[in-house]
């Protein structure tokens, strides 16, 4: 058996003052909301209480779905990666950015820059294999305008992800998929959504997957799409520092046991913020059938 962890929209906090030379008016704006009201939400005790947590479940592999920064401030890829570090060695995780981490005309280079290590080093997408499946990591960041918070997967990835989705059926591998944006239809409103994910499903139906991992809404959401005559499920995650402040929704993220390729049982935790601790809220079995063309 192996065990998956995986997490999303950490939104670090503390949030560095942007100097003059990094503010744009796009920061500005992030500057202004977080100090007005996402400071609340993105607390640094649920942060702790989430680490803490993941270090009881002791997974052999975390997956990172994305903003884990709030402005895409050099400090903020440099925290973000410390607070990665304190679960093992780079193999032992996974990341891909979100909008939040590509909030800078160079963004492309700052996310090699800083997180590579956490990635096969080849850029995006990239794919892990495990004994029990392979990962996937798709990159949906892009740098947007105001206001907005859309993502867009490359023509060029897309066609790379449908040879890695390929190849590891071909090797009999189940495939999970990890990207920031939700990829099914009328998943969000147009200002945040996929651009293409139009086009990105029909990379998934034409190939197939087993699992789509994603963040981007924080909130949790349990859907799927179609996938080479099956069925893919896709798995939202709720952000992963979300203190339930004011009644907004708390954290959660995903403990997902991959067994003999046949399984995934799906844990969910979530943050309590009565007791400051995360619990489990229920556990499914997903029988996995791979979605593979026959011929
Ligand atoms: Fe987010
Ligand atoms: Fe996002």
Not at 17 to 29: G, N, V, W
Not at 93 to 111: C, F
Not at 247 to 257: L, M, N, Q, S
Not at 271 to 287: C, G, H, N, V, W
């Amino acid at each position: 058996m192996f065990t998956l962890v995986h997490i999303t929209d950490l939104h670090l906090a503390p949030l560095p003052i942007p100097t003059a030379d990094e503010m744009s008016f796009k920061r500005r704006l992030a500057y202004i909301s977080w100090t007005k009201n996402r400071h609340r939400i993105h607390h640094p005790d649920v942060i702790a209480a989430i680490a803490a947590d993941i270090k009881t479940v002791a997974p052999d592999h975390i997956a990172v779905s994305g903003d884990l920064t709030n402005m895409a401030l050099d400090r903020e890829f440099e925290n973000a990666t410390r607070w990665l570090e304190q679960f093992g060695d780079d193999s032992k995780i996974s990341v891909v950015p979100g909008n939040h981490d590509a909030y800078r005309s160079d963004y492309k280079e700052a996310i090699e820059k800083h997180w590579s290590r956490f990635t096969t080093g080849d850029g995006f997408p990239f794919m892990r294999e495990f004994d029990d499946f392979a990962l996937i990591g798709v990159s949906s960041g892009v740098k947007t305008q105001p206001f907005m918070a859309n993502g867009v997967v490359s023509d060029e990835q897309l066609a790379k992800l449908e040879a890695m989705l390929t190849d590891a059926a071909d090797k009999g591998l189940p495939r999970v998929v990890m990207i920031h944006h939700p990829v099914h239809s009328g998943a969000t409103k147009v200002r945040k959504k996929l651009t293409n994910s139009r086009e990105f499903r029909a990379v998934i139906d034409k190939a197939g997957a087993e699992l789509i991992l994603y963040g981007h809404l924080h909130k949790p959401l349990r859907t799927s799409i179609p996938a080479n005559g099956g069925l893919a499920a896709i798995r939202g995650a709720g952000s992963a520092s979300a203190s339930g402040f004011d009644g907004t929704r708390p954290a959660h993220y995903h403990v997902i046991r991959v067994t003999d390729k046949n399984t995934f049982e799906i844990e969910h935790r979530a943050y309590d913020p009565a007791s400051r601790a995360f619990y489990k809220t229920d556990t499914e079995i997903l029988p996995i059938t791979l979605n593979i063309c026959p011929n």
